[in-house]
C-alpha cells in the first residue's frame, strides 16, 4: 500500500509546485498497455508460438502497464550529459589516461567501430538528474521497440497513434542502419552480409527473447543472423565462421569484456586479426563503461587538468553523481559515510556484487576493500505508483538512454522494487517515457510535446 499524501503529490519538499510530470507519475492510474496488441506483437516478430510461451513464463515482468513522465528539459539535461561525456572522451589526454597501461586488448585500435547500443542510466527526482552508469552493451532497445507498439496513451488519437507506430519502424531502421554504419567505419568495401548475435549459453539469458527479436529484424532487411555462444565460433584462415557461416559482423552481448575467458578466444583472435567487426568491443568498455571512469569525470580537478571546457563541466559536475575509487588508506573514511554512498565493481554489470552502504556487514565490507570498487553518492530514484487509486502501490524508475555515436535513438524507463532493476517486479519492467512540455505547472496544458521516440497525450485534466 502507498503510503503518501495529496500534499506530496502536488508540491515538492520545498513547499513548490510539482512539475507535472512529477505529478502525473504518482497520480495517473491509466492503463497504457495494451496486453493483447504486445502479445500480437510479440507474436508476429517472434514468430514462433513456442518462443512466445518462453517470453511469458520465463520473463512475466518485461514490460510494464503503466507509462513514466518527464519534462521537456530533464530530456535535453539527459541529452546535454551524453555530448558531454562523450566530448571528454574523445579528448586525447582522457584516452591516454584511461589507456595507459590497459591490457592489450583494450589498446588495440577497433577499427572504426563506436559501438552500438550504449545505455546512460539515470535517476530523476524532482528537478534533480544523475548520471549512475554508462552500458556498453545495454539491453532492450528492440524490446522497447515492440513494446511501443503496444501502448496506448487514453487520449490517442488516430493520428497519434498512427505516430507513435511509426515511432517503433523508425527505431527499428535505425538499429539496422547502426549495424551497416558499424560495418562502414571500419572501411569494408562490400555489403554487410553476416552476423553473429553473440552471449553466454544465449538461450538461457533472460533476454534471449530480444536475441530473436534481432535475429528477426535483420533477416527482415536481408541479413543472415545467427545467435551464439562464444565457444560456437571458430577462426580459420582469416575467417570466423559459425558452422558453416562466414561471419561478418558480431554483435557482442558477452560480459567477459576484455575476452579473457577460454569460450572466447577464437572472438578474441578474430578481433585482433580483422577478421570481423566487433561491436561494443573491448575499448569501448573501457573508455566509457569502466566505473572508475565516473571518479574522473565527477572530479573537477581532474576535468580540469585533462583540459576539459569549462561548460562541459559544469554540465558534468550538475549531473553526475560523485563518485571515486575504493582504496584502504580511504576505509575508515568511507566506513562512517557509507550510508550516503553505493558500492559498485569497477567491471560490474546488472547490479551484481554492488551494495548500499546501509546494507553492507562488516565482512562485505573487507571483500569491497579488497576488491576493485567505487563508491558512489546515493541519490534515491524516482517514484511511479502503480495499482489503483484504491490500491496504489510505489515502484522505483530508472531513465536509461540508448545511445549511438552521441545521439540519442530511444529513452526507456525501468520499474522495480529492490535495490537495483531487476525485471522481476509484479508491475514493473520497461515502461514507455513520455515527454512533457515545460510550460508545466499547473495541469492547464493544451498539449504535450511529441518527441521523435513516442507521441502521446494524457488526460492531464482527470489525473492531476
Not at 562490400?190 to 539469458?205: G, K, S
Amino acid at each position: 500500500m502507498l503510503e503518501t499524501t495529496e500534499q506530496s503529490l502536488t508540491t515538492t519538499a520545498e513547499g513548490r509546485a510539482a512539475p507535472v510530470s512529477e505529478r502525473l507519475n504518482n497520480k495517473c492510474f491509466c492503463m497504457s498497455l495494451d496486453h493483447a496488441a504486445l502479445r500480437d506483437a510479440l507474436a508476429g516478430e517472434l514468430g514462433s508460438p513456442e518462443l512466445l510461451a518462453l517470453v511469458e513464463e520465463r520473463c512475466p515482468y518485461l514490460f510494464s502497464a503503466r507509462p513514466v513522465f518527464i519534462s521537456d528539459s530533464h530530456a535535453e539535461r539527459m541529452a546535454n550529459v551524453v555530448r558531454a561525456v562523450e566530448s571528454v572522451v574523445a579528448l586525447p589526454a582522457y584516452r591516454s589516461r584511461v589507456l595507459e597501461g590497459a591490457p592489450a586488448i583494450v589498446r588495440h585500435d577497433p577499427g572504426g567501430a563506436k559501438g552500438v547500443f550504449f545505455g546512460y542510466d539515470f535517476h530523476l527526482r524532482e528537478d534533480d538528474i544523475g548520471l549512475i552508469e554508462i552500458n556498453t552493451n545495454a539491453g532492450g532497445a528492440m524490446l522497447n521497440a515492440v513494446m511501443a507498439r503496444a501502448h496506448r496513451a487514453c487520449c490517442l488519437d488516430h493520428k497519434q497513434l498512427a505516430v507513435a507506430a511509426a515511432a517503433a519502424a523508425h527505431l527499428e531502421k535505425d538499429i539496422v542502419d547502426m549495424f551497416h554504419m558499424e560495418w562502414q567505419r571500419c572501411g569494408r568495401d562490400r555489403q554487410l552480409q553476416t552476423i553473429a548475435i553473440v552471449d553466454t549459453e544465449p538461450q538461457q539469458q533472460y533476454l534471449y527473447p530480444e536475441f530473436v527479436l534481432f535475429q528477426r529484424l535483420f533477416e527482415r532487411h536481408g541479413l543472415r543472423a545467427v545467435i551464439a555462444d562464444p565457444s560456437e565460433l571458430k577462426l580459420q584462415d582469416g575467417v570466423l565462421w559459425h558452422g558453416q557461416i562466414a561471419i561478418d559482423l558480431v554483435y557482442n552481448r558477452l560480459t567477459d569484456f576484455l575476452l579473457e575467458l577460454p569460450a572466447s578466444a577464437a572472438l578474441r583472435a578474430a578481433y585482433l586479426q580483422r577478421a570481423i567487426v566487433l561491436t561494443p568491443h573491448p575499448q569501448a568498455h573501457a573508455l566509457f563503461a569502466d566505473k572508475r571512469n565516473l571518479a574522473l569525470l565527477s572530479d573537477a580537478g581532474q576535468l580540469q587538468a585533462l583540459g576539459v571546457p569549462q561548460q562541459v563541466q559544469e554540465i558534468l559536475l550538475a549531473n553526475i553523481l560523485p563518485t571515486e575509487v575504493v582504496n584502504a588508506a580511504d576505509g575508515e573514511r568511507l566506513w562512517s559515510e557509507r550510508r550516503q554512498l553505493f558500492f559498485k565493481p569497477t567491471a560490474g554489470f546488472g547490479g551484481r556484487a554492488a551494495y548500499r552502504g546501509d546494507k553492507i556487514t562488516k565482512r562485505v565490507w573487507q571483500d569491497i576493500l579488497a576488491g576493485e570498487y567505487v563508491a558512489q553518492k546515493i541519490m534515491i530514484p524516482g517514484d511511479r505508483v502503480i495499482g489503483s487509486r484504491e490500491d496504489p502501490q510505489l515502484l522505483k524508475f530508472d531513465l536509461r538512454l540508448y545511445i549511438y555515436h552521441g545521439a540519442v535513438q530511444w529513452t526507456a524507463a525501468r520499474l522495480y522494487q529492490g535495490q537495483t532493476t531487476n525485471f522481476r517486479t509484479p508491475g514493473g519492467g520497461f515502461a514507455p517515457v513520455y515527454s512533457l512540455l515545460d510550460a508545466e505547472i499547473t495541469s492547464e496544458i493544451d498539449g504535450i510535446k511529441m518527441p521523435p521516440e513516442v507521441a502521446v497525450a494524457c488526460c492531464l485534466e482527470n489525473c492531476v
